[in-house]
């Protein structure tokens, strides 16, 4: 079945840096990526729609300065949290929607815990 | 807005027992309901899904149906097994094309032998 490779799995940062995760759709064409975020015991919140080729749309709260989305091409869509803080600190997880010619099926990744220090 | 509830885990179950796991939502329209799953180390995997009122998806023994007039989606197995210990996420969608799925909190399954 179609797989969303996501990368990296685990990463450690201090704070003030800036942290880039990649999410790849690895045998479909996504026209559209989602980003969720998730907090211990929490459900996973959406944080930004991205389309192709065009501007992401964030979610209510989520500072667009801060999570930086780059959907440059079918196959892939990355996250950037800048200047990190400790409150970051959450899982991200990707995902994936193919296009019609896939059925619109929806994919996710494994998921990137980000901890800053 | 739409929302998803789903009863609080960590459920702990022996092999073989019956599961359910309650899901209510609350949502305008008409919404798709999904169950995922994500077993350890890996990502999110659609596990059933059901699109329209009194449908029943089922998949791996699981099964679950829409529930129009009570607003759930409850997600039950006859017999679990060790590899199902797991963590199920009830989800909804609007249906539209490029709609977001709303999940909610997730409960975490854990079955021994």
Redesign the interface.
């Known amino acids: 079945g179609a797989v969303v490779s996501q990368h990296p799995s685990r990463v450690i940062c201090k704070s003030g840096t800036s942290v880039k995760i990649e999410c790849r759709s690895l045998d479909f064409q996504a026209t559209t990526m989602f980003w969720y975020r998730q907090f211990p015991k929490q459900s996973l919140m959406l944080m930004a729609t991205s389309n192709e080729g065009s501007k992401a749309t964030y979610e209510q709260g989520v500072e667009k300065d801060k999570f930086l989305i780059n959907h440059a091409s079918l196959t892939l869509s990355t996250l950037t949290v800048t200047s990190a803080h400790p409150e970051d600190s959450s899982f991200y997880i990707c995902s994936a929607r193919g296009s019609r010619e896939a059925n619109e099926k929806l994919f996710f990744g494994s998921g990137t815990q980000l901890s800053v220090l | 807005g739409d929302s ?1 509830t789903q009863m609080e885990g960590p459920v702990t179950l022996s092999e073989e027992a019956f599961l359910t796991i309650n899901c209510t939502y609350t949502a305008t329209g008409y919404p798709s309901l999904f169950w ?1 799953v994500q077993y350890p ?6 596990l059933l899904k059901a699109t329209k009122a009194d449908d029943k998806g089922s998949n791996k023994g699981f099964e679950a149906t829409y529930r129009k007039e009570t607003t759930s989606f409850h997600l039950e197995k006859g017999s679990v097994q060790v590899s199902d210990s797991a963590v199920y ?1 009830c989800a909804l969608s609007g249906g539209q ?2 709609t ?7 409960t975490t399954l854990s079955v021994s032998s």
């Open positions: 998803v995922y180390g890996e990502g999110l995997q659609l996420f094309a490029g977001a799925l709303i999940f909610g909190k997730g």
